[in-house]
Nanobody
């Protein structure tokens, strides 16, 4: 059974930083692309960032480029999202995702496994 557990969410003022972490179990972690999506109530899930299974490429939504950094540590089966210069529009529930079915995608339906999410609230 694949399990993704996110941690590190919370409330922060605009301009601040947070680091999210995702611990994965029940899968051959190094065979999976890993990523993060976010969602606000009433809105669709939005791609945030992803890293390939080999770790050699990272992808970011335009809205977070230069502010967020995704990293993976295969020895620990974890993927982190370092978020800096946070803005009110970064508020949402952040989900860790995993997939190994082909090319990495920014579409939510292409990701097989999802965590329960962790809430990030940025006040302006």
């Amino acid at each position: 059974q694949v399990t993704l557990v996110e941690s590190g969410g919370g409330s922060v003022q605009a301009g601040g930083s947070l680091r999210l972490s995702c611990a994965a179990s029940g899968l051959a972690f190094s065979w999976y692309h890993m990523g993060w999506f976010r969602q606000e109530p009433g809105k669709e899930r939005e791609f945030v960032a992803a890293v390939t299974l080999s770790g050699d490429r990272t992808y970011y939504a335009d809205s977070v480029k230069g502010r967020f950094t995704i990293s993976r540590e295969d020895a620990k089966n974890t993927v982190d999202l370092q978020m800096t210069s946070l803005k009110a529009e970064d508020t949402g529930r952040y989900y860790c995702v995993a997939d190994n079915t082909g090319e990495l995608s920014q579409h939510s339906y292409r990701w097989d496994y999802w965590g329960q999410g962790t809430q990030v609230t940025v006040s302006s």
